[in-house]
DNA sequence: TGTACATCAGTGAACGCGCGTTCACTGATGTAC
DNA sequence: TGTACATCAGTGAACGCGCGTTCACTGATGTAC
């Protein structure tokens, strides 16, 4: 499994920042392969980039910097691949569906990344990823603008787009990240799951005929199912 | 932080399995202090309960077993307190509302758990924690349940109980696990937050005099806001 | 009532391991004179 | 064109640490005779 080690030629003259970047690569490629953020010891990225532990000290002070760079990295190729799906779409309710699905493709090919990025610790380099580096990363203000955008159409009931990103964003983040902790549920298949988690967000679920507080009238119009 | 050793007094002739629980019960309250799972070390379980580590293996064959008993305590008292919350409600829309409102109350009363849980790696313990532990910690059977009666009183758009349950679930740990894994984000109120949320299951965000399918009818109707 | 013995509830010391990190070094390579 | 030298890109060996786990043991206590 851990291939034990490809010994790399030593970089020319010149070229020692070629070092920094075999390094982030094995780093990505180790945690996409092992899938635990633990296996991104210093020791099994040397080995991995063939190259010997102390080496790594030429370009990261410690563990903690490489792993937030390898974070960065995940951050950055996240919202790339967010903002290509939402590439020249104009209307504001179909980049949000865009958005969502391509955050969700995002998470399934990428367990691990995700997994660090939006549900490990608050404690290990919370200074570092400040709120607006992760509202970036997750797109969070192009779906508050798509949002906001959608509210001045008049296309939604609420009006508070702050409030509707954020609930747009715990929706997907729900079913996303219940899918990766928890792969062996019996999940609908994660395309109708997740056209139905957004059909949830933009219908609701209940029915249209039926009183908004359901408490002050029990059960009385047993409306017949279609 | 940690407290040295309080010098626990060896039991009696037949109270051996009394350490079993003291044992479990300083691993609990470890967890919750140290808010981190690689906290419960045998060490520093064995130090908080005032013995020496080698006894930690006269109840429990290694580590792995320990944290799952942990975890099982959990499971149960999460079970528990999600049917209180249901004690007595007849309404199957209330009882939603009751068991979401707890759930959450639940996972940021008790983050580490919750985090271990439901937000942790499925490779520790996939089988020990099997599907049916799950569904019955999480209260999924009793949604299910809440759910169907609820289709079969006519009150909910959909007819599939099983999905409803998935995308009730889905969206009550969406919120639960992004307020604990980014506690520093500027949420709104938690209550507010929970309540939008459960509205926006119910009732969804679109304008109810809106078409369904948007992108037919691009920007077609500026209808004012009220 | 006295005593030998089995059992119980632990302990002390040590094992091997992988980890992050440091330190003094090495050998190739470009550059100044 | 030749050579001394600074610099660059690393390396080998070792440090101390905390970890899970094992092993032989100890001392109190109940029980059989």
Redesign the interface.
């Known amino acids: 499994m851990t291939a034990p080690a490809p010994a790399r030629p030593r970089a020319r003259r010149g070229e020692g920042d070629r070092l920094r970047e075999d390094i982030l690569a094995a780093a990505e490629r180790l945690l996409l392969d092992t ?2 953020e633990s296996a991104l010891s210093v020791r099994a990225i040397a080995d991995a980039v063939g190259v010997s532990p102390p080496s790594i000290y030429l370009h990261f002070a410690d563990r903690d910097e490489l792993v937030l760079a390898v974070c960065e990295r995940h951050f950055q190729a996240f919202e790339e691949c967010l903002l290509a799906a939402i590439q020249g779409v ?2 504001p ?2 980049r949000i569906r865009r958005m969502s699905e391509a955050y969700i493709r995002f998470g399934l090919e990428h367990p691990e990344p995700y ?1 660090i990025m ?6 290990d380099g ?1 200074e570092e990823f400040s ?1 607006e580096k ?2 970036a990363a997750c797109g969070f203000d192009h779906v508050l603008a798509a949002v906001q955008e959608a ?1 001045d ?7 508070d787009a ?3 990103a ?2 747009l ?7 996303t ?2 899918l990766i ?8 298949e994660p395309e ?2 997740l056209a ?2 957004l059909d ?9 005929d ?1 009183p ?1 507080k ?2 002050k009238a ?2 009385t ?5 279609p």
């Open positions: 899938g635990r104009a209307d309710v179909q997994r939006f549900m490990g610790s608050p404690v919370a709120q992760l509202a509210i159409a008049g296309r939604f009931r609420i009006d702050f409030l509707g954020t609930l964003w715990s929706t997907v983040h729900g079913v990240s219940l902790a928890k792969p062996w549920f019996p999940w609908p109708v799951h139905a988690a949830l967000c933009e219908r609701g679920l209940l029915r249209l039926q908004q359901p408490e029990k059960k119009t047993k409306a017949k199912r």
